[in-house]
């Protein structure tokens, strides 16, 4: 079964740092990129930072100099590493594969991150 799964949310207070996985169960050279979103209570699913399959990056503006993704080819693992977070930044993230050969998109189970004093 083709699976995304995730890792390495919690709780942690303003100006902290959480790195997220997100673990695919493929090669990750089978999708042609990757991204996280997040998305907080009452809102709608927002890209935070995405790579291509060239490894070209991407990132929302709210978290432009904060955030980095990155990619372990070998592992197939995509990561998220947050610094300076915000009670802003506060949500479920998840992570996102578009797939090749229009197969379509794959989403972890998402993991929770907050930000709290």
């Known amino acids: 079964q083709v699976q995304l799964v995730e890792s390495g949310g919690g709780l942690v207070q303003p100006g902290g740092s959480l790195r997220l996985s997100c673990a695919a169960s493929i090669s990750i050279f089978s999708f042609n990129g990757m991204g996280w979103y997040r998305q907080a209570p009452g809102a709608q699913r927002e890209l935070v930072a995405a790579?291509?399959?060239?490894?070209?990056?991407n990132y929302a503006d709210s978290v432009e100099g904060r955030f980095t993704i990155s990619r372990d080819n070998a592992k197939n693992t995509v990561y998220l590493q947050m610094n300076n977070l915000k009670p802003e930044d506060t949500a479920v993230y998840y992570c996102?594969?578009?797939?090749?050969?229009?197969?379509?998109?794959?989403w972890g189970q998402g993991t929770q991150v907050t930000v709290s004093s």
């Open positions: 996102n594969a578009d797939r090749r050969f229009n197969l379509g998109q794959l």
């Open positions: 790579i291509s399959s060239g490894g070209g990056t």
